[in-house]
């Protein structure tokens, strides 16, 4: 069985532009959550879906933004890019409730310049 | 609000020494606990779990964890530390809301 698949691996973006990350959750599983990850603030929680509906939310600004799809798959956007954007973006897929179980993928490095 | 709070950075030890890396949480009801692991430039990797049962629990890769209701702990264990344990691990606490919480992470060294 195939893990969670996230693309692309590595992403430089210049600082004002937007950038689209996916995440292809692993087959059967219905829950994404989308984390990130930096030095200064460690592993912090942006969102999560289920059945293509938004669960919750982290506490970031509405310039990241994220959405589901109906085979689960499902991407992340971040506008207006900022050098503190930089990170390690994690995509986790979990069979239903995420709280019981969550895969998580190789991650997407998006460096800001 | 749920919090995992892991007081060691770093931490070096010998291969085929024990280890236990310790972790406090806060959480008003039972919670759900993870350990996590992560190779560098890697995604996190889950080695156990506890909801619910037997305070102890067993993971893969031969690590092993309890909880400690009274002292809102759940440290994780490993009676024999191999070089390839070398990473970082995470603990992690989620409750009725179905995000993860994590700890800032304990940086493991092996030495030879």
């Known amino acids: 069985k195939a893990g969670v698949t996230q693309t692309p691996r590595y992403l430089i973006k210049t600082r004002g532009q937007q950038v689209t990350l996916s995440c292809s959750p692993i087959s059967g599983h219905r829950s994404v959550s989308w984390y990130q990850q930096t030095p200064g603030q460690g592993l912090q929680f942006l969102f999560e879906y289920f059945s293509e509906t938004q669960r919750n939310k982290g506490n970031f600004p509405g310039r990241f933004s994220g959405r589901q799809f109906s085979n689960s798959r499902s991407e992340m956007n971040v506008s207006t890019l900022e050098l503190g954007d930089s990170a390690l973006y994690l995509c986790?897929?979990?069979?239903?409730?995420?709280?019981?179980?969550?895969?998580f993928g190789q991650g997407t490095r998006l460096t800001v310049v | 609000a749920q919090s995992v709070t892991q007081p060691d950075i770093h931490i070096t030890v010998s291969e085929g020494a024990s280890l236990e890396l310790r972790c406090n949480y806060s959480?008003?009801?039972?919670?759900?606990l993870f350990w996590y692991v992560q190779s560098p430039g890697q995604g996190l990797q889950l080695l156990l779990k506890y909801f619910s049962g037997d305070t102890l629990v067993q993971g893969i890769k031969g690590f092993e964890a309890e909880f400690k209701r009274s002292q809102s702990s759940f440290n994780l264990r490993k009676p024999s530390v191999h070089w390839s344990d070398a990473a970082e691990y995470f603990c992690a606490v989620s409750g009725t809301a179905s995000k993860l919480t994590f700890g800032t992470g304990t940086r493991l060294q092996v030495t030879l």
């Open positions: 986790a897929s979990g069979p239903g409730v995420m709280n019981t179980e969550a895969f």
């Open positions: 959480y008003g009801a039972t919670p759900y």
